[in-house]
């Protein structure tokens, strides 16, 4: 049963079940007051009877008979006798005894007593005259009372199926009303596959529950779309990074062993191989310390780096490649070397700024880097400019984002991670980055790194 449904029976149950309650107590009181009303005319026909009978002695009793007759009104089935000490029925002319000497008794004991007779209702009274000790006894039955409360049986039952249909279909209606912020839940959830995991379900405005619930749930694909993102890339950053030290070794190890050489020769080559290795690790480190950083396990280790050696490596190691040139200048350069000290890993902080050159060069098609370097008193400015196509204003927000690539030609695809890797680790740093770009002016990427 889904929960509305529950929700809806729920609040009819209890609501026709108070209702019930409340129309029983209503039943038996208007009962039990009708009941009591009737107790009292009957008392007040003993009394009468007894000032009619016993106290106008002078009157006889077919007068009393013919007054009592035009002037009380009779009640259905009405019974009324008068016992002297002897419990024998007189005065009324009707000497039929009617109720035993034990009912007679005990009226005369209590001095008065009501009480029901199957449907009659009975009121005896004890009463001390100047003739002697009489018990009255009156009953009849309450026949109108009968017909009231069989016309409220019937109203009530009519009002209860009433009520009760009425109390169902509101009861569906606030379930399906307040549930329909969940309803909009679930059928969003079913939206989110394994090539959506970026989708986030509207949180509503109400704080309740089920906003609670949707924060909740988006928090956890946010979560999960980070390890989601942290399997993808890491495959593709390994492969990214890991693909030139590999060649590198493969190719001086197939020199090396393509002939004899002298031993000199092959220390060199087993050199080489080293300190590709050695660059693979470093690389792997930083891979997976950027991992422990995606999944907030830990941050990478950061220590003081010069930011300049940074770049001179860097553009050492470009140059040495047949393409364009990379060129760095530096700006305001300080007497102090502390002056160009910033906190990062050396490891990620290389592949963040190769994969940004790796980017310009590739857009540019290969023509020249330029790399400025601007130092200033509360952050270290670094531009990294080409000349290449530039990217269209609408796209410039999503280039940072992972697997996104802008690349209209097949010589510029990628896998879309350099950049996001890039933003990942410059964040990391506490540092910013931004782009500044014009379709068909080349592309600047800024870099903001804070001084500690």
């Known amino acids: 049963m889904k929960l509305k449904d529950r929700l809806s029976l729920y609040f009819t149950l209890i609501s026709t079940l108070t209702l019930l309650g409340v129309l029983c107590a209503v039943y038996f009181t208007f009962i039990k007051f009708l009941e009591a009303d009737f107790f009292d005319r009957l008392t007040d026909r003993t009394m009468v009877t007894a000032k009619l009978y016993l106290e106008a002695d002078e009157i006889s009793a077919d007068s009393l008979n013919t007054v009592r007759n035009q002037y009380l ?46 449907k009659r209702q009975v009121v005896g009274i004890f009463y001390k005259d100047n003739q002697g000790d009489f018990v009255i006894l009156a009953s009849a039955i309450d026949q109108s009372t009968y017909s009231r409360i069989d016309k409220l049986q019937k109203i009530m039952v009519m009002i209860f199926i009433v009520i009760f249909i009425g109390l169902l279909l509101s009861g569906r209606w606030i379930a399906k009303k307040i549930l329909k912020p969940l309803d909009l839940f679930i059928d969003e959830v079913k939206q989110i596959k394994s090539n959506n995991l970026h989708f986030r379900v509207q949180e509503g405005k109400n704080k309740d529950e089920i906003n609670l619930l949707a924060q909740n749930f988006n928090n956890l694909m946010e979560h999960l779309e980070q390890a989601f993102v942290l399997q993808k890339t890491f495959v593709a950053n390994a492969s990214h990074e890991l693909r030139t030290p590999v060649t590198r070794m493969m190719i001086g190890a197939e020199i090396a062993l393509s002939q004899e050489r002298q031993i000199t020769d092959y220390q060199k080559a087993l050199a080489s191989v080293m300190e590709d290795a050695e660059k693979m690790d470093n690389i792997i480190t930083g891979l997976v310390s950027l991992a422990q950083a995606d999944l907030e396990f830990g941050a990478p280790k950061l220590q003081d780096i010069r930011i300049d050696e940074t770049l001179w490596v860097l553009a050492e190691e470009w140059n040495q490649k047949p393409k364009g040139k990379l060129t760095v200048d530096i700006l305001n350069m300080p007497e102090d070397p502390a002056q160009l000290l910033i906190k990062a890993n050396p490891t990620l902080l290389a592949i963040a700024l190769n994969n940004i050159i790796s980017n310009a060069f590739k857009f540019s098609d290969d023509q020249d880097v330029h790399c400025a370097l601007d130092i200033q008193a509360e952050f270290i400015h670094l531009s ?62 800024k870099i903001s790194f804070p001084k500690f």
Not at 98 to 106: A, F
Not at 386 to 410: R, T
Not at 427 to 438: I, M, R
Request: avoid cysteine.
């Open 73 to 118: 009104e009779t009640l259905n089935g009405e019974v009324i006798r008068i016992y002297n000490s002897k419990n024998s029925a007189t005065f009324i002319g009707d000497d039929q005894q009617y109720w035993s000497n034990e009912t007679i008794n005990k009226v005369r004991k209590q001095k008065k007593m009501q009480f029901l007779d199957g």
């Open 384 to 445: 990294i400019t080409d000349h290449g196509p530039g990217i269209p204003k609408d796209q410039q927000e999503d280039i940072f984002k992972p697997f996104y690539s802008s690349a209209a030609e097949s010589r510029h695809q990628g896998n879309g991670m350099g950049l996001y890797m890039a933003h990942k680790i410059i964040s990391l740093f506490k540092g910013n980055l931004s782009v500044t770009s014009k379709k068909g002016d080349g592309t600047s990427f």
